[in-house]
Nanobody
Framework: VQLQASGGGLVQPGGFLRLSCVAS????????VSWFRQAPGKEREFVAA????????IYADSVKGRFTISRDNAKNTVYLQMNSLKPEDTAVYYC????????????????WGQGTQVTVSS
């Protein structure tokens, strides 16, 4: 099982990026996917999660209204659209998958992607 995160980069404050997480998981529709991020010297923190049904979505308060998570099961892909980016959004972003149930906790993630760097700076 592999998760491949991509789409990071350098963007100015107020800008936008779209991250992708492509999963090589059989029966991907049975997996909930979460995005986490980790800034230097800090613990990995929850950003957003989407359940097996796109109707189940959770956001961290810090990104609510700016980030949108979605999934395309035909492409085994989960997206994180990030708008109105702030310098404090700078971090390595990781996607993780868990069978059936959404989670906001790293300890329940079964499979991790390798991370993609997002830097918000002028």
């Amino acid at each position: 099982v592999q998760l491949q995160a991509s789409g990071g980069g350098l963007v100015q404050p107020g800008g936008f990026l779209r991250l992708s997480c492509v999963a090589s998981i059989r029966a991907f529709t049975n997996y909930a996917v979460s995005w986490f991020r980790q800034a230097p010297g800090k613990e990995r923190e929850f950003v957003a999660a989407i359940g097996t049904s796109s109707g189940e979505i959770i956001y961290a308060d810090s990104v609510k209204g700016r980030f949108t998570i979605s999934r395309d099961n035909a492409k085994n892909t989960v997206y994180l659209q990030m708008n109105s980016l702030k310098p404090e959004d700078t971090a390595v972003y990781y996607c993780g998958a868990r069978l059936n149930v959404m989670t906001t906790l790293t300890k329940y993630i079964a499979y991790w992607g390798q991370g993609t760097q997002v830097t918000v700076s002028s």
